[in-house]
């Protein structure tokens, strides 16, 4: 992790890990206040589309973030030569969201495009689709809060809060038909 980055937080427990990254919890050495940070390891990013794709997400998640409770507010970014760092203040659900899709899948991603513009312009439409060939066992239940953690617009989206409180998650997430979420 960058000198700078060490400076200003102090870097607590591993909270997560994905592909490319991991995230910390930290605390600001200055205020005391604890945040998250995700730190994307840039030599583990395959492709063109991946780094163009890296290369926008600090950028992209200050402007969404900007007035938006619901999207993550960005703080910081901190880069060196290999990583890049970004602190936001609470989970974003959006994100969290995009993951589920992942993994009720079997690995495909709800937004697909070939290049980083085409990713973003199917981002910034919001259609979340379910194809029956790879969501066939999918109750309706998990596909609704996967519609609802992926909305478009944030004053719509749901919280961290609603998701826990989601019939979906209550029942234990079965994967298979159930009873329609009221």
């Known amino acids: 992790m960058s000198g700078e980055l060490k400076r200003d937080y102090e870097i607590g427990e591993e909270i997560g890990r994905g592909r490319f990254g991991v995230v910390h919890r930290c605390t600001s050495r200055a205020t005391g206040e604890v945040f998250a940070v995700k730190s994307v390891d840039r030599s583990q990013l395959a492709d063109d589309l991946d780094r163009e794709l890296a290369e926008l997400e600090p950028k992209l998640a200050q402007l969404a973030g900007a007035g938006n409770p619901g999207v993550v507010q960005v703080h910081a970014v901190y880069e060196d030569e290999a990583w ?3 602190y936001g203040e609470k989970a974003d659900v959006w994100s969290a969201g995009v993951v589920l899709y992942v993994m009720l899948s079997g690995g495909a991603l709800p937004f ?5 513009a085409e990713v ?4 910034l439409r919001g259609s979340v689709r379910f194809p029956p060939r790879l969501f066939a066992g999918v ?6 809060l996967m ?3 992926m909305c478009r617009d944030t004053w719509r989206r749901f919280s961290a809060e609603q998701v826990l409180g989601h019939p979906w998650i209550v029942s234990g997430g079965g994967a298979r038909a159930m009873e329609q979420p009221t």
Request: charge should be positive; charged fraction near 25%.
């Open 84 to 86: 890049t760092h970004m």
């Open 112 to 116: 697909g495009g070939e290049t980083a």
């Open 120 to 123: 973003l312009s199917s981002v």
């Open 139 to 144: 109750s309706p239940a998990a596909k609704d």
């Open 147 to 149: 519609r609802r953690m």
